[in-house]
């Protein structure tokens, strides 16, 4: 399985972070509107991605901790061709957990991906993704989430423990734990 490291906070002040994500990126930033459907399942989290423009539908799993700061995640994707058909696939055969639609800007700083998320329902928030090769070290990939984080200028006040589909539903999320 892949694993990254990451990191979610609110963005208080988006304009500015796009700003300060623009000057620690390599290149223009891509600019997504996607839409996540979960589905409930016995162990971590199981995701069917979509996009607007066009680009292929993905099925993400993933598994990680519930908790502030940076946390290793452990994830598989698979592409889709046929959405739709998988969607109702996974809401026969699972509960659909909720839906989560969002506007992302992902910014490329090395082997950091910086997430600017416009989610509906929830407002504006910032996530960070270190992407580890199978040889890295987690803790140096926390260490490098707290420094783009320090650049970006987010206070540890404004991190955020959980996924967005979790609150969205946070009546679902108390049933989980």
């Known amino acids: 399985m892949a694993r990254n490291i990451e990191i979610k906070a609110r963005a208080q002040q988006f304009e500015q972070l796009r700003e300060r994500a623009a000057e620690l990126a390599s290149e223009a930033p891509l ?3 996607q839409q996540d459907f979960f589905y409930d399942v ?3 989290r199981l995701k069917l991605r979509q996009f607007d423009d066009g680009t292929p539908a993905e099925l993400i799993f993933y598994q990680r901790d519930d908790r502030d700061g940076p946390k290793a995640s452990y994830y598989t994707r698979s592409p889709v ?3 739709e058909a998988m969607h109702s696939l996974l809401a026969t ?8 639609t969002k506007e992302r ?3 490329l700083a090395g082997r950091t991906r910086i997430h600017l998320d416009r989610v509906d329902g929830l407002g504006d928030f910032v996530e960070l993704e270190v992407v580890l ?3 890295d070290d987690e803790e140096g990939g926390e260490a490098e989430a707290h420094e783009v984080f320090a650049k970006l200028g987010v206070a540890k006040s404004d991190l955020v423990a ?3 589909v979790d609150l969205l539903n946070p009546a679902k999320a108390d049933e989980a734990a």
């Not at 055969?93 to 989560?100: D, E, N, P």
Request: charged share 15%.
């Open 93 to 100: 055969a699972l509960t659909t957990r909720g839906i989560v």
């Open 162 to 164: 959980v996924a967005y």
């Open 105 to 107: 800007h992902v910014y």
């Open 133 to 135: 090769a199978p040889d």
């Open 42 to 44: 016995p162990r971590g």
């Open 31 to 33: 600019i997504f509107r």
């Open 81 to 83: 061709t046929n959405p």
